[in-house]
């Protein structure tokens, strides 16, 4: 008798034990990803969030990472996944509501807002510049001038002299300032006035400043709270962290944002395409990883390696003066925003501070 009230009282136990286990083990339930993209509602600050072990990231990272972009003087920085936020972290006082300048990350945007413009049919980029301008909005030649078209300055090929290391000329567009160096379309140069030229081009092409054409017709259709500003001769756009966030998504869709056309895909698979030959990694005014080479910005040398080896092959990338990016990475949906302050070098795009961060991020995303 003795004997089986022990085996009895044993059974209770071990059932007991199991049945606490189990409520133990259904605790720590990881909640399933949810499927498909998502976009964050355009009137609403609302966002959609997943949890790094939802996705089986290597948490024990995130802090090295934190730390890392800290010391690297980081203001803003996000991280999403088809769209729904899985990292977000303010430094240095900013905070999710502070704007900050995306230097030259907003020819992404002007390149973007020029297919709209195509679209509409208000200009066409294989047109003339001298088409919107009129003639002798350069000192060159007539002949030399009707060579530029609005493609050259999507792609940084307009052959104009670029005046590297010389700021004020650099972003002058007064027909005195822009002299021939090279027939257009054979000569790759990062030259600030060429791309202000286009902008010009939009104003004048769509009837309404370049600024107010782009907020009506990407903008604010895609819930980005920003605006521009006029600062040391260059037309600057300010806006939160999440604002370049939604515009890095738009991008991941391909112009698409909750099944509605923002820019024809067409256009936004060539703008994010080698534009030209001579430098691979250059589309449209976006960077491009996985090429063969790329040329900098600030010097004619071609360098034989991809723009960032240690990001993925197909990310294509909106980068900026002082480190300021907006990385997309199809083949993973992902979008990663980073602003702040210089990381070190005073590069106008890419800068050491890309693979190095990669490297970081690699550490976290498997």
């Not at 991280?79 to 509501?97: P, S, W």
């Amino acid at each position: 008798m003795k004997y089986i009230t022990n085996s009895v009282l044993s059974f209770l136990l071990l059932f007991l034990f199991s049945c606490s286990y189990d409520k133990v083990e259904s605790e720590v339930e990881i909640d399933p990803v949810p499927q498909g993209m998502y976009f964050p509602a355009i009137s609403s600050t609302t966002w959609d969030t997943l949890t790094p072990a939802q996705l089986a990231w290597n948490e024990t990272e995130i802090e090295s990472l934190y730390e890392y972009l800290d010391v690297n003087r980081t203001k803003g920085f996000m991280v999403l996944k088809d769209g729904r936020i899985v990292l977000e972290k303010y430094f240095n006082g900013h905070t999710a509501d502070s704007q900050w300048t995306w230097f030259s990350a907003a020819k992404s945007l002007t390149a973007t807002i020029t297919g709209i413009a195509q679209e509409e049919g208000l200009l066409h980029i294989t047109d003339k510049t001298s088409d919107y301008l009129g003639t002798n909005w350069t000192s060159l030649p007539i002949e030399k001038e009707n060579l530029i078209t609005v493609q050259h300055h999507l792609s940084m090929t307009t052959g104009l002299t670029d005046h590297v290391g010389d700021y004020i000329p650099w972003v002058c567009t007064t027909p005195s300032c822009l002299e021939y160096t090279a027939d257009a379309g054979t000569r790759w140069a990062y030259h600030q006035g060429g791309f202000i030229v286009l902008q010009n081009i939009l104003t004048q092409s769509t009837g309404m400043d370049f600024q107010s054409y782009g907020k009506t017709k990407l903008e604010d259709r895609i819930g980005m709270r920003g605006n521009w500003t006029k600062a040391l001769g260059l037309n600057l756009y300010n806006s939160t962290t999440r604002s370049m966030a939604r515009f890095g998504l738009l991008a991941l869709n391909k112009g698409s944002w909750d099944g509605s056309s923002i820019v024809s895909k067409t256009y936004f698979d060539q703008m994010t395409d080698t534009s030209q030959e001579l430098n691979k990694s250059y589309g449209y005014l976006w960077w491009l990883n996985g090429k063969q080479s790329y040329m900098g910005t600030t010097s004619q040398e071609v360098v034989s390696s991809e723009l960032i080896p240690n990001a993925p092959s197909d990310l294509f990338a909106a980068l900026g003066a002082n480190d300021q990016k907006i990385y997309v990475v199809p083949s993973q949906g992902l979008v990663i925003v980073r602003c702040g302050e210089s990381a070190g070098e005073n590069q106008l795009g890419l800068s050491s501070f890309d693979n190095e961060l990669w490297a970081k991020l690699n550490a976290v995303i498997p």
